[in-house]
């Protein structure tokens, strides 16, 4: 077998990664690059069902390949992630998109390489989702495209069910994957070049609690950053109901973990906080962030934040805004709530509607703009390490981040991408540095 394919990607840095493993699968079986969607022979869509937009867009693009697949009968459409294993949607897409050749689920991606070869064989229609998660199946078919960054699993699915969260029932229950496995990924991809890692989960802070790994997450952070070399350790998320002093620690003992912790609070609002099934009260996530500032005072949080959830008063948002304000994050994600079918949320009563939603987000956006504005001109004139990496072909200049996440962009006569460099930063624009490499 030999062609090229297509993926299209929707959601987290989880997907990222396992659209990477997807890539991994599709060379392994012989297509050969990735190419423009007109010119691909299989096309795989990986999907997210977490917010309603996303959902949206897959359904859009996947409509639109209609006319492609009468032009090419050949061509192989494949659907699979989050959206396919939510219950009764495989039957939605069958119906509404006839020309789709292959479906499988976010609990079973490893076989995709086989569920092709098997439609190959019967040219039939193949659909295989896996209901219940399983034993983690360890590969190394990953073909990574993020260089010089990577991302390493060290877990699987949730245990929370928070209220408007759909997750637990697409991904299934937590799965650790064992330490040994983990700590050889990290050290064959420090080996390779990439210089930052970041360890994901639905909550890294429950890892080891569902099996014997014989490793709590702080323990595992502790042997991911003592591996030799030069490189950066991220790590998410966290969630704030198990996020303890254990892990600040580890970070406190080893420079290469990133002094930035995504900490996602949700609401400001306690009757919020409690609607949504989050176990933990604004007190305590207060109390963590001023844990985490007594021991690494230079550590910086984002966040995610829900606007508009079911029964969210006027002052309820205001409480939000206000822990922001208090907090001053690095920056956040923002959300207007999206009721998701099958979630405890989506059948509360007391709805907001469609232009309180609206006016709510757009203030919490200014707000939180306004406090990431501040932060990034306070780097004016300071010196700092920048890990390169990309080129920007339309600005004419390299980029890279600093341990905080905040994007910086540069000259250079040589190509320094996979390089961590010195930016002086001479001017802020929002949320990008722009600076001066220093030579030294």
Not at 264 to 287: D, F
Not at 417 to 436: C, Q
Request: glycine share 8%.
């Amino acid at each position: 077998m030999s062609g090229n394919y297509h993926i299209v990607t929707y959601g987290c840095q989880m997907n990222v990664h396992e659209s990477e493993k997807i890539a991994g699968i599709l060379r392994r079986i012989g297509y050969e690059k990735e190419t423009p969607i007109e010119e691909a022979d299989i096309i795989v869509f990986n999907t997210c069902c977490i917010r309603e937009n996303a959902e949206n867009h897959a359904f859009g693009n996947i409509g639109a390949l209609k006319k492609l697949k009468k032009q090419k009968p050949e061509l192989l459409i494949a659907v699979g992630g989050c959206m396919t294993q939510e219950k009764g949607k495989t039957d939605v897409l069958k119906k509404k998109f006839p020309f789709i050749d292959i479906m499988f689920g976010a609990l079973n991606l490893e076989t995709l390489g086989d569920l092709i070869l098997r439609k190959r064989a019967q040219k039939k229609k193949v659909i295989e989702i896996r209901e219940t998660e399983g034993e983690i199946v360890e590969t190394d078919d990953a073909y990574r495209t993020s260089y010089p960054n990577a991302w390493v699993n060290i877990m699987y699915g949730c245990n929370n069910f928070c209220s408007y969260c759909i997750v637990p029932y697409v991904r299934g229950r937590e799965r650790s994957r064992k330490p040994e496995h983990i700590l050889a990924e990290v050290k064959k991809l420090v080996a390779e070049g990439y210089r930052e890692i970041t360890l994901l989960g639905q909550n890294v802070n429950s890892y080891g609690t569902d099996r014997d790994t014989g490793m709590s997450f702080a323990e595992l952070l502790d042997a991911v950053a003592s591996i030799e070399g030069k490189f950066r350790v991220r790590f998410m998320t966290s969630h704030p109901k198990d996020f303890n002093e254990d892990v600040v620690r580890v970070m406190e003992k080893h420079r290469k973990i990133c002094r930035l912790v995504h900490l996602p609070v949700q609401s400001g609002s306690n009757a919020v906080l409690q609607a949504m099934n989050r176990r933990y009260t604004r007190e305590k996530y207060l109390a963590e962030i001023e844990m985490l500032k007594s021991r690494l005072p230079e550590a910086e949080v984002t966040t995610d934040i829900i606007v508009g959830f079911p029964g969210e008063t006027e002052e309820d948002y205001l409480q939000t805004e206000d822990l922001v304000k208090t907090v001053d994050y690095a920056s956040a994600f923002t959300f207007v709530y999206s009721p998701r079918q099958g979630t405890k949320a989506a059948t509360m009563d007391n709805q907001i509607p469609e232009d309180v939603q609206k006016n709510r987000i757009m203030r919490l956006v200014e707000l939180v703009n306004s406090l990431t504005r501040k932060k990034s001109e306070k780097y004016v004139g300071k010196t700092v390490e920048i890990l390169c990496e990309d080129f920007d072909e339309k600005k004419g200049l390299y980029l890279g981040r600093d341990e905080f996440g905040r994007m910086g962009y540069f000259e250079s006569e040589q190509n320094v991408v996979g390089e961590f460099v010195s930016l002086k930063i001479t001017r802020a624009n929002g949320i990008s540095l722009f600076g001066e490499m220093v030579k030294g």
